[in-house]
């Protein structure tokens, strides 16, 4: 999950994540990568009865399809089955975006789990109900929809090892943050790629603390080093309260990242040897500040 040599060029970058709200609904049921991987069986699933009973012997190479639908969650789906490298264990929508999820209940990446990858997913549920837990590792988001309902963070990431990409994360108008990072113990979740997301659309919170559309960390985690890579991520108009991105971790690297029209600091809180470069800002009036 290294990052690839992209092309440098900040204003090309914003060019390209423009279209992201456009066209991150892939025209294939895999996404432009899925032929990378080996699978050995593609399984349709029809309800989050079978979808349950499939996850319990799930192994390496399966790709769990679930139906066309929408879905009404009364307790979290848990995944705690294991991948392996090259093959891991794929549970994604028949056809992007037609899988609605809503209810109470999530979708949760419990350890052991490893080498899972979540995709073609709308999450429409509870938020605080997407998570990858602490003891994950080698596991990926990818082409979701998060516009979840309440307070509470759209997605939470606390595994090492997780790739985040080709999300959006829209329409938020409560407490709680898009994407939010946390660990274990005093450490940070370590080696995460995170690029090529949108998060669109926080309302204002009306000056409460605990509204940021990115937060990296907490203030518990700030002394130890993440290793972590966000790239290429687009945010608009994410007015959630002062903090647009709050960073309380060591080691980070946030680059070539686009900010618009959202009143809102780019924050380094806590931590060390963070870098920050060759992003593009248009929030006159909003700079970086380093805590």
Known sequence: ???????????????????????????????????????????????????????????????????????????????????????????????SGQVILTGKGGLVLKAPAAYIEIRDFVFKNASSSAMSTAGTSHCRWTHNVFETTGDGNDLTIAGDYQEVDHNSFLNKDAMGRFLAIRGHGSQIAKYLWIHHNYFAHYKDQGGKNGAEAFQFGLSGYSMSTSTSLVEYNLFEDCNGEAELISVKASGVTLRYNTFRDSKAQFTLRHGNHCNVYGNYFSIPRYPVFWG
């Not at 423009?18 to 025209?27: H, K, L, P």
């Not at 929408?70 to 549970?91: C, F, H, M, N, Q």
């Open 1 to 95: 999950m290294l990052s690839p040599d992209l092309p440098r060029d900040v204003m090309a970058a914003n060019n390209h994540l423009r279209s992201i709200q456009e066209d991150f609904v892939e025209n294939t049921v895999y996404g432009s990568d899925a032929f990378q991987y080996t699978l050995k069986k593609i399984k349709p699933i029809s309800s989050i009865a079978d979808l349950n009973t499939a996850l319990k012997t799930a192994g390496p190479g399966d790709m769990l399809l679930l139906a066309d639908g929408t879905y009404d969650l009364k307790t979290d789906i848990e995944v705690a089955a294991r991948g392996r490298s090259g093959k891991p264990i794929i549970l994604a929508a028949a056809h």
